[in-house]
């Protein structure tokens, strides 16, 4: 009874910024991967960012390199997607997910086992 929520989506002018927020509850496994993908209407869906469990290792997608930040507070079961420098392409449907059988790495999203139900981005004038 894996659950992921996430939070801290809404409406954001160009050049801004927002966090994300996924809450993990339920049972963990002992090694995952999670991140959050991105969906927007027109365009493929896109894992943006992810981090291991274990040992920390993060990837992020070439569209949000140097300016999206992944973290995660262990006491809080929280992982945290700091987003700077918003562009409109920047806007869809974000997604924390969880994927025991995952790697940091290109491609990430194909191998996630458990969604959360996704918090909407809006970067717009």
């Known amino acids: 009874q894996l659950q992921l929520v996430e939070s801290g989506g809404g409406l954001v002018q160009p050049g801004g910024r927002l966090r994300l927020s996924c809450a993990v509850s339920?049972?963990?496994?002992?090694?995952?991967?999670i991140g959050w993908i991105r969906q927007a209407p027109g365009k493929e869906r896109e894992g943006v960012s992810c981090?291991?469990?274990?040992?920390?290792?993060?990837y992020y997608a070439s569209s949000v390199q140097g300016r999206f930040t992944i973290s995660r507070d262990n006491a809080k079961n929280t992982v945290y997607l700091e987003m700077n420098s918003l562009s409109p392409d920047d806007t869809g449907l974000y997604y924390c997910?969880?994927?025991?059988?995952?790697?940091?790495?290109?491609?990430?999203?194909?191998?996630?086992?458990?969604w959360g139900k996704g918090t909407l981005v809006t970067v717009s004038s």
């Open positions: 997910a969880v994927g025991g059988r995952a790697v940091a790495a290109p491609g990430f999203e194909a191998a996630m086992d458990t």
């Open positions: 339920g049972f963990t496994p002992d090694y995952y991967v």
């Open positions: 981090i291991n469990s274990n040992d920390g290792l993060t």
